[in-house]
């Protein structure tokens, strides 16, 4: 078989291996990171890709991301099936399954995940180096310190996150997920350093590439929605996360 994998820079060393086991022959396709922060543009993206992949002769088309703030609701299978994962955003992929993303939910909900390529490939890019768990990559303090910043200034930006809660109240844990890849350390000390400094815990949690192996092997059982020719995402309000749109 033949594939193509659409996928978010953030998972881009999890794609590359992913690939390179794979028993199909996998053609990779990588989007810049922080895109997600405009869902209709990143799903206008995404599509446009879909489109152009579904006349170059695929088998099918692979997505490596999750709903990502609903950027994935509403693409269209075209010509041949549309493979996604039902996962909420990247870190369901890091940590291999919605079950295990629950039960790291119900155990801290307020962490800030760190994860190599992430933070390797947002650094310069304006684009923030670590993960809430509220809403996936969006929401973070950070963004939303450096606009204050900018619209008030620093002083009124330090007195607006203290009124807010932000720094302490809503983040307990620092937590860097491992999984397995070379030059992580500074990553982790990174998370350290930002657990100290915040008053949070810090958590290694090892990472998981079930679901990137899965998806690239062709794999698809209950936990990846297979859209067919002209079937559409929606977004489920259940377990599911995501299913087609027509029913």
């Known amino acids: 078989m033949k594939y193509k994998v659409i996928g978010c ?8 291996l992913g690939a390179a086991y794979s028993p199909h022959i996998v053609d990779v396709e990588l989007l810049p990171l922080g895109l997600h922060k405009n869902p209709s543009d990143l ?5 446009e890709r879909v489109d152009v992949a579904s006349k170059d002769g695929y088998d099918a088309i692979l997505m490596a991301y999750g709903l990502c703030g609903r950027s994935t609701a509403g693409l269209e299978a075209r010509q041949i099936p549309l ?3 039902r996962a909420h955003d ?9 079950a295990r993303y629950q039960q790291e939910q119900e155990k801290t909900p307020g962490t800030y995940w760190y994860v190599l390529d992430y933070i390797q490939r947002g650094a310069g890019s304006g684009t923030s180096l670590s993960l809430g768990s509220d809403d996936g990559m969006t929401g973070n303090i950070d963004d939303v310190y450096e606009e204050y910043v900018k619209k008030y200034g620093k002083d009124n930006a330090d007195y607006l996150m203290e009124v807010m809660g932000e720094w302490k109240s809503h983040y307990q844990r620092a937590a860097y997920i491992d999984l397995g890849f070379g ?3 500074e990553v982790e000390q990174k998370a350290r350093d930002e657990a100290q400094r915040r008053g949070w815990r810090f958590e290694r949690i090892a990472g998981d590439m079930v679901l ?14 297979v859209l067919h020719p002209g079937q559409k995402v929606r977004m489920a309000y259940d377990s599911q996360v995501i299913c087609p749109e027509m029913e």
Do not use: K
């Open 83 to 85: 493979v996604i994962p």
């Open 183 to 185: 030059g992580g350390e």
């Open 43 to 47: 799903r206008q993206r995404l599509q």
């Open 212 to 225: 990137i192996r899965r998806l690239l092997n062709g794999d698809w059982d209950d936990d990846f929605l």
């Open 9 to 16: 820079d953030a998972l881009a060393r999890m794609i590359y």
């Open 90 to 98: 990247c870190i369901t992929l890091f940590l291999g399954g919605r």
